[in-house]
């Protein structure tokens, strides 16, 4: 077997055969050269160190695999919209009311955050213009009007979320308002060719269901992604509006939670039925509310 080392010049490799100086002469030789060249010959490899070397690379290779699928086992945290929201009346609760009588007259009206319409015939498919449907650019920019609309067919149904509001407004009804200074009269729209603030009913209207959908608490629907497919389960029937022109139409009272998220769908259940409403925030309302009242 050859040994080789390097040439002063560096150029190219000689060879030791076996008729030459000894192994001592040759360690000689080599060490000579490194001090001439800078270039140290080679030393045996340690396998300790490759052992080690070895290990650590599994053990960082193990680690980044268990960071990158880490996200995938663990359940993701919660969004802030699904927080309970800390308590703004600290202290309400210890007055003695039967001492300081809590108006019981008193009612606050509140409109839907989310008025979401889904299709049973295309149960796949998002409808168009859940999601700001009267967003226009102006000159000073983007305008969104809190235009909704609320349609009610055998097929179609309307998903309604709203947030209740204040301190011990816990018992709560639906209002259904269609005053006859709102009625759509065909060929009235505006100057965009849109209808504003008004109700159209078709067929028959008498049996308008109302019921509470099974949505995690403090939970938002997403009217970008709600299909018939994808839409909540029924938790509860709520109420039966018989529906009509010129009206308004109240449901039996409920429980609801104060500063809670309720969740509620309504259809038609007559196969001849449309109930089509574009209502907005403005007092008095037309279309779909819901009305709180004390219940201390």
């Not at 070397?53 to 086992?73: H, K, Q």
């Not at 703004?88 to 009588?101: K, P, R, V, W």
């Not at 019981?104 to 859940?130: C, H, M, Q, S």
């Not at 259809?267 to 109930?275: D, E, L, M, Q």
Request: hydrophobic fraction near 35%; charge should be positive; charged fraction near 25%.
């Amino acid at each position: 077997m050859f040994s080789f080392w390097r040439s002063s010049k560096g150029e190219e490799y000689q060879s030791l055969h076996p008729g030459s100086p000894s192994s001592s002469e040759t360690l000689t030789l080599l060490d000579e050269h490194e001090g001439k060249t800078g270039i140290p010959p080679s030393r045996p490899h340690h396998p300790r160190l490759i052992a080690l070397a070895s290990v650590l690379t599994v053990l960082c290779t193990l680690f980044n695999l268990v960071n990158l699928l880490l996200p995938f086992i663990t359940p993701s945290p919660p969004t802030p919209a699904s927080l309970p929201r800390p308590n703004q009346f600290i202290g309400l609760e210890s007055i003695n009311y039967t001492s300081h009588a809590f108006p019981k007259d008193t009612k606050i009206t509140t409109f839907p955050w989310v008025l979401a319409r889904i299709d049973r015939t295309r149960p796949d498919t998002v409808v168009e213009g859940n999601v700001d449907p009267r967003r226009k650019f102006t000159y000073f920019g983007t305008v969104s009007p809190e235009d909704r609309q609320l349609v009610a067919t055998n097929e179609i149904s309307t998903v309604a979320q709203f947030r209740t509001r204040d301190w011990a407004m816990e018992w709560c009804r639906f209002k259904l308002s269609l005053p006859d200074s709102a009625r759509y009269i065909p060929g009235s729209e505006g100057p965009d060719g849109i209808r504003e603030r008004n109700w159209f009913l078709e067929g028959d209207t008498s049996d308008l269901e109302v019921w509470e959908l099974d949505v995690a608490p403090n939970t938002w629907l997403d009217p970008r992604k709600l299909t018939y497919r994808t839409r909540p389960k029924r938790k509860g029937h709520i109420f039966s509006f018989r529906v009509s022109a010129n009206r308004t139409v109240v449901s039996r009272e409920f429980p609801c939670k104060a500063d809670g998220i309720g969740s509620f769908e309504l259809f038609c259940a007559s196969p001849r039925c449309r109930i089509d409403v574009w209502q907005d925030k403005q007092v008095p309302p037309v279309g779909l509310s819901l009305e709180q009242r004390s219940s201390v």
